[in-house]
């Protein structure tokens, strides 16, 4: 449950407006930049949430099974308009996705043997790194700048992006030794006059 001061004011949107949404960003992102799209509209744009949800979001959604985009729109309709909200923003998000499916399906068997369409193909997932880059980017200057924040940052990064871990078994490690660091951080601080 929310606390009443974040409830008064959290934005009311409308389930059109939720709906409306995120059948736009599903029609009009794809791959990995969806999230960065997602941030673009929800944070930057229409307000509806702020960077530090955003980030608990992305985060719970990249835990979770299911496609990252998918979870969070679970998440901020939740945040938004609650179960029904959720429901919203997630058919608002999968419908498009899955028609645009369909249709790139067909149009991939018909011309998938053309050099042309691998790089087209490849420019698009270009495109889709350079979008979860520059979220990637905006988000952590948001983040604090303690050193612990950026040596689990660093760790992650090194473990999953570089020495190819798995995802779960270093989320499973850094996600009890972050709360348990914060905890620790906030007792200091209380502590101290």
């Given at each position: ?65 299911g496609a990252n985009p ?49 790089f087209v193909l490849a ?71």
């Amino acid at each position: 449950m929310l606390p009443e001061a974040e409830l008064a004011v959290r934005p009311r949107v409308g389930l059109n407006h939720l709906l409306g949404t995120f059948v736009r960003l599903g029609t009009m992102t794809f791959g990995g930049g969806v999230q960065s799209w997602i941030h673009r509209e929800v944070v930057d744009r229409l307000g509806w949430i702020d960077s530090k949800s955003f980030l608990s979001g992305l985060t719970v959604a990249q835990v979770l099974p299911g496609a990252n985009p998918v979870n969070l729109a679970l998440y901020v309709g939740l945040q938004l308009r609650g179960g029904v909200g959720a429901a919203v923003a997630v058919f608002g998000m999968l419908v498009p996705a899955f028609c645009t499916t369909l249709i790139l399906g067909a149009l991939y068997r018909g011309y998938g043997h053309l050099a042309v369409v691998h790089f087209v193909l490849a420019g698009v997932a270009a495109a889709g790194v350079g979008a979860t880059l520059t979220m990637g980017i905006k988000v952590a200057r948001r983040l604090p700048r303690d050193f612990v924040t950026l040596l689990i940052a660093l760790a992650v990064f090194v473990l999953v992006g570089v020495l190819r871990c798995p995802m779960i078994p270093v989320v499973a490690v850094m996600v009890p030794l972050s709360i348990g660091l914060a905890f620790v951080a906030e007792k200091k601080s209380e502590a101290v006059p």
